[in-house]
């Protein structure tokens, strides 16, 4: 079953804010991971959550950037 919205194109806003997202995941993991001085976690620990929001930025980067411009989401 095809929705209503199959032949409706992404606007370049919403494509724009999904990578924006991605970018900010990506930014979070990087504070994360490179400063450990304001917050109170081991290094491991900074370094697993850390990698954590950048694998998932960069999955849902992936995601966007394969996905058909008429799919939503």
């Not at 494509?15 to 400063?35: E, H, K, N, T």
């Not at 966007?64 to 799919?71: A, E, F, I």
């Amino acid at each position: 079953m095809q929705s209503k919205f199959y032949n409706k194109q992404k606007s370049p806003p919403r494509r724009f804010l999904l990578v924006l997202r991605a970018a900010v995941f990506s930014l979070i993991g990087l504070i994360i991971i490179f400063d450990k001085g304001n917050i109170n976690l081991a290094a491991w620990q900074c370094y697993t959550i850390g990698g954590i929001f950048i694998a998932y930025s960069l999955v849902r980067l992936i995601t966007v950037l394969k996905r058909d411009p008429y799919d939503e989401p």
